[in-house]
């Protein structure tokens, strides 16, 4: 599959006012919204099959390069583990994807595995999944992008809400599967809007990669 975009990409912003971030490894690079915090590149964050961090439990799915919105947003100890944890309403990463048959495969487990990951201690997996469509992102560069979202959050934690997620998978030149997925909660007022969720799912573009 030609993924289009080439690469060589601009790493600058595309959206006025937006940051950029790279994965220098993997050679792509997408905008977040200018309040949001960037990680470094090497900064990797998990979910667990019982919704604990990781590495303290098994990862179940997870992302490098992060960027998150209002990180101190929420905190408290909802799953009882005796530990108080940040929850930010919105966060965004890279993967690669060497375990997927293609990006349609990836793009829905990314979205289907962050929300089961994150909510799982509430709503024990229930949820509702989109099939994987095609989409082209501003570079060009083409692939196919799904969401996921929880149902039937009881609430009961200080922060527990209601949770939907988005993969946009593609190839690189090299033919190998990567993706950019963006997971946050859903029906509280800090909720990021569908419009600006696929404004940084379409920034997303190959840049030259680390030697």
């Known amino acids: 599959m030609d993924p289009g975009g080439g690469t060589g990409g601009s790493t600058a912003p595309l959206v006025p006012g937006w940051k ?4 220098p490894e993997r050679g792509i690079a997408s905008d977040v919204p200018g ?47 005796g530990t108080r944890e940040d929850t930010p309403p919105a ?30 201690p509430a709503v024990e997996g229930e949820g509702h ?14 692939g196919r992008v799904a969401t996921a979202a929880s149902a039937g959050v009881d609430g009961t934690g200080r922060c527990t809400h209601d949770g939907t997620a988005t993969g946009f998978a593609f190839e690189n030149p090299a033919g190998e599967t990567l993706s950019r997925t ?8 800090d909720e ?20």
């Open 20 to 23: 950029t971030v790279i994965h």
């Open 35 to 81: 309040d949001w915090a960037v990680k470094s590149s090497g900064w990797v964050t998990h979910v667990a099959e019982n919704g604990g961090p990781a590495p303290e439990e098994t990862p179940l799915v997870g992302f490098a390069a992060p960027a998150v919105l209002k990180e101190k947003w929420c905190r408290s100890d909802d799953d009882g583990n």
């Open 91 to 120: 966060s965004v990463g890279f993967r690669a994807e060497p375990d997927a048959r293609d990006t349609a495969e990836a793009a829905r487990e990314n979205a289907r595995l962050r929300v089961y990951g994150s909510l799982r």
């Open 129 to 142: 999944h989109r099939a994987a469509k095609p989409f082209t992102a501003e570079s060009g560069l083409t």
């Open 182 to 189: 963006f997971v946050g909660v859903r029906g509280v007022d």
């Open 192 to 211: 990021v809007p569908e419009p600006t969720v696929r404004k940084i799912i379409g920034t997303v573009r190959l840049v030259e990669s680390a030697p």
